[in-house]
């Protein structure tokens, strides 16, 4: 389980303010992928990056940026929150077999 | 496009009960299913893919190919299945493709 963490995991903050969200895993993966899960739609796909300095939009891209130059680390940017990006965030990293979730960053945006 | 579907937000039975939890898929490939399991406040865990027909935690799930479905099953459900179940479809570049999820109540 601590092979891929998140941080923070809670953060209030307010409209208009940048955010950013770290992800962090320590297997090498190439793959690296940012879900919004939001009651009642289950997770979305924001972005994901199948090697460092490769990164590409997922279902719900608006609003977020990404970087990705090291292979381990992949952070998520809000550049300006707004109220409807409050939900939780989940970094998941995947070999061949399956993907693996972090533990999730609780972000509210007043 | 991909899709995931599962039909039921909220499941409840009671502890040694049999439950199915439905998922269908709408896919042109050859479709790689998953299981998913969310604890509550937890981080999301995979339970089941179809590739290795496993059971897990007396969990099993069989791909349907006519019926485009995947449905989790179990025998006799207990009090710490309850959880939050997501069925997921994988895609090109290891993209998953999640349904909404269905919310499994197990009642003493």
């Known amino acids: 389980d601590a092979g891929i963490t998140q941080s923070p995991r809670y953060k209030i903050t307010e409209t208009g303010r940048q955010v950013t969200l770290m992800c962090h895993q320590t297997?090498?993966?190439?793959?690296m992928f940012w879900y919004r899960q939001d009651l009642g739609h289950g997770l979305r796909l924001i972005y994901y990056s199948a090697a460092a300095d490769i990164t590409d939009k997922g279902e719900v891209p608006d609003g977020y940026v990404v970087s990705r130059s090291k292979t381990e680390n992949f952070p998520l940017t809000l550049e300006s929150a707004t109220r409807s990006q409050t939900s939780v965030y989940f970094c998941?990293?995947?070999?061949?077999?399956?993907?693996?979730f972090g533990p999730g960053t609780r972000l509210t945006v007043t | 496009a991909q899709r995931v579907t599962q039909p039921e937000k909220l499941l409840s039975v009671f502890k040694g009960a049999p439950v199915e939890l439905k998922c269908n898929y709408s896919y042109s490939g050859s479709p790689e299913l998953f299981w998913y399991v969310q604890y509550s406040r937890q981080r999301l865990q995979l339970l089941l893919r179809h590739i290795s027909r496993e059971s897990i935690k007396g969990f099993t799930a069989d791909l349907n190919k006519g019926e485009t479905s995947f449905h989790l099953k179990k025998p006799f459900a207990q009090e710490e299945d309850s959880a939050m179940y997501y069925c997921?479809?994988?895609?090109?570049?290891?993209?998953?493709?999640f349904g909404k999820g269905t919310l499994l109540t197990v009642n003493p």
């Open positions: 998941a990293s995947s070999d061949a077999y399956e993907q693996y």
């Open positions: 997921a479809l994988r895609g090109s570049n290891y993209k998953l493709t």
């Open positions: 297997w090498s993966h190439s793959y």
